[in-house]
């Protein structure tokens, strides 16, 4: 089946610095993306809905300054969490819509902010 | 606004013991996928449902999709411990770029031995 791969699956930043999440897909093109957030025994908050070549939509709620995401090719999307804060530690999963429109997700990536 | 109910929101029993989780809407979804969720790691896709009435089995899981397209159930026949983890049911609506999956806010599920 179609595969979507996270990077990094962990990651740990001081407060106020800048980090990358990058969801790549890795056998599929994938002209939409979405970016999720989750806490712990809680299910999937969508942020973002990305499309390649084009804008991110945010969901209502979300700091579109502070999340950055490009969709700069059909098999990369990036988030980037700027001027991170503790607050803003989570469980951070990405999807790519594949064929016949299933969504795949990634294995996810854990930021902790210090 | 939630618009996808899903309950029990906490299920937890005995191994061998049999369960159904719903998952119902107001809104008519083009299709309905099922994920399971391990701790720390992404939601795995189980099976996606799109014609209205329609029955998939997926070994001791049977999911069920409403006639109206608006509501889903999965059921377990005869759980095991590694049944446990996070089920969240996502109802699709597609538009052209405008396609948008809605989780229902999942049932974590714990299959004690």
């Known amino acids: 089946g179609a595969v979507v791969s996270q990077h990094p699956s962990r990651v740990i930043c001081k407060s106020g610095t800048s980090v990358k999440i990058e969801c790549r897909s890795l056998?599929?093109?994938?002209?939409?993306m979405f970016w999720y957030r989750q806490f712990p025994k809680q299910s999937l908050m969508l942020m973002a809905t990305?499309?390649?070549?084009?804008?991110?939509?945010?969901e209502q709620g979300v700091e579109k300054d502070k999340f950055l995401i490009n969709h700069a090719s059909l098999t990369l999307s990036t988030l980037t969490v700027t001027s991170a804060h503790p607050e803003d530690s989570s469980f951070y999963i990405c999807?790519?819509?594949?064929?016949?429109?299933?969504?795949?997700f990634g294995e996810g990536s854990w930021l902790t902010v210090v | 606004t939630q618009l996808l109910e899903q309950s029990p929101q906490f299920l937890s029993i005995q191994e061998g013991e049999n369960l159904t989780v719903y998952c119902n809407s107001s809104?008519?979804?083009?299709?309905l996928q099922w994920y399971r969720q391990e701790p720390g790691e992404g939601p795995v896709l189980l099976v996606t449902?799109?014609?209205?009435?329609e029955v998939k089995k997926l070994k001791r899981l049977t999911f069920q999709f409403g006639d109206a397209r608006k509501d889903s159930s999965l059921h377990i026949t005869a759980a095991q411990p590694g049944d446990t983890g996070l089920y969240l049911c996502?109802?699709?609506?597609?538009?052209?770029?405008?396609?948008?999956?809605?989780f229902g806010k999942g049932t974590l599920l714990t299959v004690n031995p």
């Open positions: 809104s008519v979804f083009s299709s």
């Open positions: 449902v799109v014609t209205g009435g």
């Open positions: 999807s790519g819509r594949g064929p016949g429109n299933t969504i795949y």
């Open positions: 056998d599929f093109q994938a002209t939409t």
């Open positions: 990305s499309n390649e070549g084009s804008k991110a939509t945010y």
């Open positions: 996502a109802g699709a609506r597609s538009g052209g770029s405008n396609y948008k999956l809605t």
